[in-house]
C-alpha cells in the first residue's frame, strides 16, 4: 500500500502471483527474497527494499528468471548484507551504509532510470550497465570485475569527498566524451589486465594503476586533471597514446 512499512523474514512470490509496492513503500528484508512470479513497483524510486540487521546477518536476492526488477535498495545499518544470486534491474537509488555490503560480483546489475548511489560500505559488482543518469553521492566507492557501461547513460562523480571507482580486472567502457563526468573521482584500474576507456578524450581527475598484469589502453587521448598514479603492473597504450594535462 501507499506509504506502508512490512517487515519480513522471507519472501517468496509464487509463479502466477503479484506483490504490488504502491508509492512509498517499504520492504523490510532479513533473510531470501525470491521472485517466481512479478514484484510491481508502482511507485517507482520512491518505494525500497530495506535490509535489516538480523542473527545470520545475509540477506539473499532469488528468482526463477532475470532479471530481477527492484525498487530503491537500502542498507541503512553497519553488518547487514545483500547478496544477489540474480541479475538486477533497478529503478531507483541504492544506498550502502557504512559497515554495510552488497555484493553482487557475480551478477549484472542495471539502472534504468536516473538514481544516487550511495556506498560508505562494500559495493561490488560484476556487470553495472547505466542507462540513466548515476550520481555518486561525495565519498563513495564501489568496484566492477565485470564491465562498467553506459549505453544512452552517464556517471556523474562528487565535487565534495572523492570518489573511488575500482575496475578489477574488467573494463571500463563508455562510449563517448561526456558520459563520465570524473568529479574529484579516483579510477583505479586493478587486477588482471583491467581495461581503460573506450571513449576517446575521457577525463579523469586521478588515475591509479594497480594492475598484478597489465592496464589496457584501447583511445587515442585521456584527460588527467591531476594525478597520473603508478602503483603496480603496466601500462600498454599499444599503438595510441595517453595525453596528460
Known amino acids: 500500500a501507499n506509504g506502508a512499512q512490512l517487515a519480513v523474514p522471507g519472501l517468496v512470490i509464487p509463479s502466477g502471483h503479484t506483490r504490488s509496492m504502491m508509492g512509498s ?13 512479478f514484484l510491481m513497483s508502482i511507485g517507482g524510486g520512491t518505494d525500497k527494499i ?13 528468482a526463477s528468471a532475470s532479471p530481477f526488477g527492484l525498487p530503491s535498495i537500502d542498507l541503512p545499518t553497519s553488518g547487514t548484507t545483500l547478496r544477489t544470486e ?30 544516487t548511489l550511495t556506498a560508505n ?11 540513466g543518469t548515476t550520481t555518486l553521492a561525495a565519498g563513495t566507492a564501489f568496484r566492477v570485475t565485470g564491465s562498467l557501461t553506459m549505453p544512452g547513460g552517464m556517471l556523474t562523480c562528487s565535487g565534495g569527498a572523492a570518489n573511488v571507482i575500482t575496475i578489477d580486472g574488467g573494463s571500463f567502457d563508455n562510449d ?10 579516483r579510477v583505479v584500474f586493478s587486477g588482471q589486465n583491467p581495461k581503460l576507456p573506450l571513449g576517446n578524450l ?12 597489465t592496464a ?15 602503483s603496480t603492473g603496466a601500462y600498454d597504450a599499444f599503438s595510441v597514446g595517453a595525453a596528460q594535462e
Request: hydrophobic share 45%; with cysteine; net charge negative.
Open 86 to 115: 540474480v541479475d538486477l534491474m533497478v529503478s531507483g537509488n541504492l544506498t550502502v551504509a557504512a559497515g554495510a555490503a552488497f555484493e553482487a560480483e557475480a551478477r549484472k546489475a542495471t539502472f534504468s532510470l536516473a538514481n
Open 176 to 185: 563517448a566524451p561526456g558520459d563520465f563526468s570524473c568529479g574529484t573521482s
Open 25 to 37: 513503500a517499504t520492504l523490510g528484508l532479513s533473510g531470501v527474497l525470491r521472485n517466481e512470479g
Open 50 to 62: 530495506q535490509v535489516l540487521s538480523y542473527a545470520e546477518r545475509v540477506s539473499v536476492l532469488q
Open 216 to 230: 589496457q589502453a584501447r583511445a587515442a587521448t585521456y584527460f588527467v586533471q591531476r594525478k597520473w598514479i603508478a
Open 121 to 131: 560500505g562494500l559495493c561490488q559488482f560484476h556487470d553495472l550497465t547505466l542507462v
Open 202 to 213: 575521457t577525463t579523469f581527475f586521478d588515475v591509479e594503476i594497480a594492475a598484478t598484469g
